[in-house]
């Protein structure tokens, strides 16, 4: 669905050259979902401006539902949805005349427009207010009304900017369970940047991290755990000391065993069983799994939550 090929853009900056994408080579197969994360600056929106053909690469290629972005513009946005940071309808606008305007712009008759514009708004749960302006939706459902004029023309790609900053949590769920099913039913395939890492953790099948203009790690959000950051254990005993012993690379504190593990999960079970067979009766065990943010600062040295907060 997407490949790019040593992909590059560097901008002029008071006389400064500024590298913001510094030669990504990125593939996203047909129905995949994939999270793009990096901290402020690291490239992300250049990347999805030169993927969307609101930016043209300074070198490299990309391709985007099987069209070169430089060859053919036009022929990529009417294969794709973009979902931009900002909202995509005109405020005094009503909700329903503006689904319709985007399907006119796309060359549906007016007839089909209403036709979608109607099934979009059942399935992002915007029933109802046809007549409203889009100025007088709440924030969660100006965002869903931003991925509906996304679809209006059934893009089998969806791009999607920073889709639920600024939501409350309920909004942000609630919005997740709508592009969830909307891949379910039509295997679009869903490429979005997010600050959020509990979000990409727990939606995204594939996790791109961008740092400085370049890929540093791509992989499923469990594989880049194992791979990049330690779980931590902790068990409560009665003799600390005689445990870490017993359990290699454990350091020994007042009440309690301290471990760095990977794969934590996998290993505690077995580890329990070998002390019961010891003799050691475990008071609690408290997993601590490393998360992306764990992560994030293994690769990077920094912590993409306080950057993330910091924006
Ligand atoms: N039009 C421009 N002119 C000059 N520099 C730019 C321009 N657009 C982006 N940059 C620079 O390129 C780098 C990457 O910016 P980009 O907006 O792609 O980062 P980002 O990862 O999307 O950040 P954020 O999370 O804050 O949106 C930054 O150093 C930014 O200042």
Request: glycine share 10%; hydrophobic share 40%; aromatic share 2%.
């Amino acid at each position: 669905m997407i490949r790019t090929e040593d992909l590059r853009r560097t901008f002029r900056r008071r006389g400064a050259v500024v590298e913001a994408v510094r030669g990504i080579s990125l593939r996203v197969e047909p129905g995949e979902l994939v999270a793009v994360l990096g901290p402020n600056g690291a490239g992300k929106s250049t990347l999805l401006r030169m993927l969307t053909t609101l930016l043209g690469p300074t070198s490299g290629t990309a391709e985007v539902a099987g069209i070169d972005v430089v060859a053919d513009p036009t022929g990529v946005r009417r294969r794709i949805g973009y979902v931009g940071q900002g909202n995509a309808g005109g405020h005094n606008h009503r909700v329903l005349d503006e689904l319709i305007t985007q399907g006119s712009f796309y060359g549906q008759t007016r007839a089909t427009a209403r036709r979608r514009a109607g099934e979009l708004m059942e399935a992002l749960e915007l029933q109802g207010l046809d007549r409203r302006t889009v100025a007088s939706l709440s924030g969660g459902q100006k965002r869903r009304m931003d991925v509906a004029i996304g679809l209006m023309h059934r893009p089998g790609l969806l791009f999607l900017d920073e889709p639920t900053t600024g939501m409350d949590p309920q909004a942000r769920a609630n919005l997740w369970e709508h592009i969830t099913r909307l891949r379910e039913e039509h295997d679009t395939t869903v490429v979005l940047t997010t600050h959020y890492l509990d979000e990409a953790d727990a939606m995204a099948e594939r996790i791109v991290v961008v740092d400085h203009g370049e890929v540093i790690a791509d992989a499923g959000s469990a594989e880049l755990r194992t791979r990049h950051a330690d779980d931590r254990l902790v068990l409560h005993v009665d003799d600390p000391a005689a445990v870490a012993g017993l359990v290699e690379g454990s350091r020994a504190l007042a009440d309690r065993v301290e471990l760095r593990l990977t794969g934590g999960a996998r290993v505690l079970p077995g580890l329990l069983a070998r002390l019961h067979r010891a003799g050691v009766t475990v008071h609690s065990a408290h997993l601590h799994e490393a998360s992306l943010d764990d992560v994030f600062l293994a690769l990077t040295g920094r912590s993409l939550r306080e950057e993330g907060a910091a924006a």
